[in-house]
Nanobody, 117 residues
Framework: VQLVESGGGLVQLGESLRLSCAAS????????MTWYRQAPGKERELVAV????????VYGDSVKGRFTISRDNAKNTTYLQMNSLVPEDTAIYFC???????????WGQGTQVTVSS
């Protein structure tokens, strides 16, 4: 199983980025897909979740209204559209795939997002 994130980079305050997470080796549509982030010296933080079933998405409080998570099961890919970026969004962003039954979980290697003021 591989999860490969891409799309990170250095942007200015207020700009946008779109992250992608391409999955292989798993039945993608059966997995909840989640974006996490971790800033230096801070704990890993949930950013957004798109479930395997249904359309209810969950967002962390700090990104509500600015970030949008989506998935394309035909392409085995999940996306994170990030708008109105602020320096506090600077972190490594990780993709996570999780099934509850059976319980399995996979992580990507992360992609760096840096927002300068």
């Amino acid at each position: 199983v591989q999860l490969v994130e891409s799309g990170g980079g250095l942007v200015q305050l207020g700009e946008s980025l779109r992250l992608s997470c391409a999955a292989s080796g798993l039945a993608f549509s059966r997995y909840d897909m989640t974006w996490y982030r971790q800033a230096p010296g801070k704990e890993r933080e949930l950013v957004a979740v798109t479930p395997s079933v249904g359309s209810s998405r969950v967002y962390g409080d700090s990104v509500k209204g600015r970030f949008t998570i989506s998935r394309d099961n035909a392409k085995n890919t999940t996306y994170l559209q990030m708008n109105s970026l602020v320096p506090e969004d600077t972190a490594i962003y990780f993709c996570n795939a999780r099934r509850i039954f059976p319980h399995v979980e996979y992580w990507g290697q992360g992609t760096q997002v840096t927002v300068s003021s």
